[in-house]
């Protein structure tokens, strides 16, 4: 049975409003927003199974039917609890205006480091302390075009599940295996392994394209502000720099981890 929503004021829509705005909320229950065509669909099409889906039939656009069916379908066979809401309500819960119609309440899907699924050579992207949802979101896109068996979050910053990043990503996010874990965790679990660790820092040794990434290797990147930790900069078998001619002194972590990584991808490719 389909639920009906048709009040801004109804508990339900509020609360999802709140989860979308608020990390200590989201933190709390381990839930998060997911919102828009491809997001969702690519967030179903990871396997996760929402807690709740709110549609908004005015706004599903024709091509986005299949998507009710698969709702349909989990709310009927996994316990996804499914609402048809109003727009008035729907406007509450979304915060932006292309949403497609549909919102999902979906759990955390980060995992630990040991479910990080490794191939050989093995292929990681790590990043220390990202400030910034886009950023974030943009490096979870070149990640899953690099196709990296996993991103490593350490340090403090952005929340992977913000919904911004989400919608930065474009739904990659739950593409590309995440675990989230601290610096010296991240060091040590790559060290047992044997991952070379290449750390990107203007202070680099060599250039990045000279590292030889053909390996196993985990490619280090740090916040704009503040660049990677010492313990990063103490435990790289590599520091590499990428070459500045202008008067900055290093680009968008976004951009610095996608050429890193598409180097890498040159490289093994080649």
């Known amino acids: 049975m389909v639920a009906q929503i048709t009040s801004p004021q109804n508990p339900r829509v509020k609360r999802v409003a709140r989860l979308g705005a608020s990390r200590r909320l989201r933190e709390r229950e381990r839930l998060?927003?997911?919102?828009?065509?491809r997001e969702v669909r690519r967030c179903l099409d990871a396997g996760l199974v929402?807690?709740?889906a709110y549609i908004c039939p005015e706004q599903l656009s024709p091509e986005d039917r299949d998507l009710l069916d698969r709702l349909r379908v989990l709310a009927r066979e996994r316990g996804t609890w499914l609402a048809q809401v109003s727009p008035e309500a729907f406007a509450r819960m979304a915060y932006r205006e292309e949403s497609s119609g549909l919102v999902l309440v979906v759990p955390y899907w980060v995992r630990p480091l040991a479910e990080i699924p490794l191939r050989e050579p093995a292929f990681l992207a790590v990043v220390e302390s990202p400030e910034k949802p886009g950023n974030l979101g943009a490096i979870l896109r070149s990640a899953d075009g690099a196709g990296v068996d996993g991103l490593?979050?350490?340090g403090s910053g952005t929340d992977v599940h913000n919904p911004n990043v989400v919608r930065a990503s474009l739904g990659t996010c739950f593409a590309?295996?995440?675990?989230?874990?601290?610096?010296a965790e991240a060091i040590h679990?790559?060290?047992a392994r044997g991952i070379q660790i290449v750390a990107a820092t203007p202070q680099g040794a060599i250039r990045y394209t000279q590292a030889d990434y053909r390996?196993?290797?985990?490619?280090?990147?740090?916040?704009e502000a503040h660049g990677l930790s010492p313990a990063w900069l103490q435990a790289a078998d590599v520091r590499a720099y990428i070459p500045m001619h202008g008067v900055a002194d290093?680009?968008?972590?976004?951009?610095?981890?996608?050429?890193?990584?598409y180097e890498a991808v040159r490289q093994r490719e080649g």
């Open 215 to 223: 390996g196993p290797v985990a490619v280090i990147t740090g916040s």
């Open 152 to 154: 490593i979050l350490c």
């Open 50 to 52: 929402p807690r709740e």
């Open 32 to 37: 998060t927003v997911v919102e828009g065509r």
């Open 250 to 261: 290093s680009l968008n972590l976004a951009i610095s981890t996608a050429l890193l990584l």
């Open 189 to 191: 679990w790559l060290q």
């Open 176 to 183: 590309v295996a995440t675990a989230q874990t601290s610096t």
